[in-house]
């Protein structure tokens, strides 16, 4: 019944771009927080990026402020991540997850989970 499915992911060299993206079913999207997450094996999951309800608040960890951008279309109950200048310690397999009303930083704290997607950055 709900779906969270991402895609876009792919391989690409360092300083390249992909645009991820994540739709919605079978839930009110628009009473959701969106975050992406990623993980390498071996690594804890980590928050990458984070958006309001209405799109207006977002939030980027550090190693991705200033490449990463996040956005979401609620008309078509979709979120998406432009990644641009890629390096190759960005290779993960990126989760997109769905938190009901308020932001927050922590993966246990979203309802709702992806089946992720693979981000591969390699020359």
């Known amino acids: 019944e709900v779906q969270l499915q991402a895609s876009g992911g792919g391989l690409v060299q360092p300083g390249g771009s992909l645009r991820l993206s994540c739709a919605a079913s079978?839930?009110?999207?628009?009473?959701?927080?969106i975050g992406w997450f990623r993980q390498t094996p071996g690594k804890e999951r980590e928050g990458v990026s984070y958006?309001?309800?209405?799109?207006?608040?977002?939030y980027y960890a550090e190693p991705e402020k200033g490449r990463f951008t996040i956005s979401r279309d609620n008309a078509k109950n979709t979120v998406y991540l432009q990644m641009n200048s890629l390096k190759p310690e960005d290779t993960a397999i990126y989760y997109c997850?769905?938190?009901?009303?308020?932001?927050?930083?922590?993966?246990?704290?979203?309802?709702?989970w992806g089946q992720g997607t693979l981000v591969t950055v390699s020359s």
């Open positions: 079978g839930f009110t999207f628009d009473d959701y927080v």
């Open positions: 958006i309001s309800i209405s799109g207006g608040t977002t």
């Open positions: 997850a769905a938190r009901r009303f308020s932001m927050s930083k922590a993966d246990y704290d979203y309802d709702y």
